[in-house]
């Protein structure tokens, strides 16, 4: 991290203008999801020590931190893909010693990736229905026949696929192969997939990453629609602070695998360890 | 030119044809649902086919008896392999699964000598392999009417399989899982799920082509060769499609056929080996995805 990241940290960013128009204090509702001393280590690194934090419904929280600090191994430990050594995850009430992917997605938590998972061969439309699959309900034979109450229920969800094709402004690649469409492009299908499970929550490990200005104000637009009309809680990873500081209602700063912090934007970036761990200690 | 013998032959390699495009379907299956080629089939071709002998040979079964027991045997197999072989190895490269296979075609293999014996056995169907009457009297022309039962059987098969993947959400979820096994867990897919029901149905696939292929040259370990037979076929008809894989197998075997009969007489006969290599070596150049395969999609 450079200078200009904590000056940015610093001074209120009006680089994003739906950012910059969201009225401070969203109403978030209750924990949703409680970390609680959350231990992950692969063989002797720790990647995560006794990390502790909740998320509240409805909220955009945010997860920052530098480089191997430990932010995507928590997404991961979030949606079941890394089981942690210690700690517990509950989840809408639910006590869990870790989370497995399926039921993590079919109770409602939906993620993008860092590198884009998409599945390259497939249309944008094709995409977005897989992230649907949980939802639909006819059966194997019905399916294969393509019968009855089976194309109902697909084209039932087509619709919905459409709707969120329409929201995301992708129309007109609806029917193009994923692995033609430049990076911005897919990191916003990639959204639109996860989406199409009309999560709960929603991962986004960051979704910024590698655009331009502009790409980056429209992704913001969304994540916050995204928030604002689907009630859907965020929590995202992102090295952009700008953004981080302007979208998100509360943010968590992790560093080497422990949590140096925690609270809103402005707690944060007051915070004597976190500037510490951006900047580097001063002998 | 005579123009019945001509048909005769023709004929004659498509149907043929059909025989290799059934063990390619094999192939198709594994490959579009986790992007490896499986170079287990073969083997598991043979496992089904010997199993299925074995059963009549030494405990006298009927062959009634002896198909639905083996289709147990094939599902069960398939479940272990996804247990016991891809379960561990989610979310690593292909080759690295493809690697997998090998190792599982030998010990499939190995497996299927160690309880039935490596001794060649004869398979009977109810059906003879002898010209069909019917078309003998009325255009005069030579068919195996085992042949046109292949036909049928793979027939019913393709329809089945490609109705499955065409427009299910279960289609998209195999093709998903191809793709990419983190986003394929991430949306829910459940992988693990997914394979066992695939590998399960490529055994069933492997078992009507050891059948249909064991009647046909006798159960024996020579079985396991038959996957290289599926080879140019795939090449040709892509690796991802299945009525790819059934065109290609009619091209392959009515243009290895005509060039034996043909061709073969100028050079010296024996083309039927080697041909479909060349052919689908020459495809590779023009068309390397196949006549029906995903489009290769590369960003420079």
Known sequence: ?283 | MNLNFFFEVLIGGLLSGVMYALVAIGFVLIYKASGVFNFAQGAMVFFAALTCVGMVDQFGLSLWLAVPLTIVVMIVLGIAIERMVLRPLVNQPEITLFMATIGLAFFIEGLAQLVWGAQVHKLELPIEDVPSEYLMEKFNILVSQFDIMAACVCALLVTSLALLFAKTKVGRALRAVADDHQAALAVGIPLQRIWAVLWAVAGLVALVAGMLWGARNGVQFALTFVALKALPVLILGGFTSMPGAIVGGLIIGASEKMAEVYIGPLVGGGIEGWFPYVLALLFLLVRPEGLFGEKIIRRI
């Open chain 1, 1 to 283: 991290m450079t200078k200009e990241a904590i000056m940015l940290m610093n001074e209120p960013d009006n680089r994003f203008d739906a950012a910059a128009n969201e009225p401070s204090g969203r109403k978030t509702g209750p924990v949703i999801l409680d970390m609680q001393n959350i231990s992950l280590s692969f063989g002797g690194v720790r990647a995560l020590t006794d990390i502790s934090f909740n998320v509240k419904q409805h909220e955009i929280r945010a997860i920052i931190g530098p480089n191997g600090a430990g932010k995507s191994s928590m997404l991961n430990v979030i949606n079941g893909v890394y089981r942690p050594q210690q700690g517990e995850i509950i989840y809408r009430g639910q006590h869990r010693r870790n989370m497995d992917c399926y039921t993590a997605a079919k109770s409602g938590i939906a993620r993008t990736f860092q590198n884009i998972a998409l599945f390259k061969g497939m249309t944008v439309l094709d995409n977005i229905m897989t992230g649907r699959n949980l939802k639909m309900k006819s059966n194997f034979l019905m399916q294969a026949l393509y019968w009855g109450p089976a194309r109902r229920e697909e084209i039932e969800h087509r619709v919905k696929a459409e709707e969120i094709i329409d929201f995301l402004e992708i129309q007109a690649i609806r029917k193009t192969p994923v692995g033609r469409l430049p990076y911005g492009l897919q990191k916003r299908v990639e959204l639109g997939r996860a989406l199409a499970a009309e999560p709960e929550i929603l991962l986004l490990d960051e979704p910024m990453a590698g655009m331009n200005v502009e790409e980056k104000q429209d992704m913001c637009r969304f994540i916050l629609d995204v928030n604002d009309q689907f009630g859907t809680t965020i929590v995202l990873i992102e090295h952009d602070m700008g953004v981080v500081m302007d979208i998100s209602d509360r943010v968590v700063v992790l560093d080497y695998g422990k949590k140096i912090g925690d609270g809103t934007p402005d707690e944060v970036r007051t915070n004597q360890d976190v500037i510490n761990a951006y900047l580097g200690v001063a002998e």
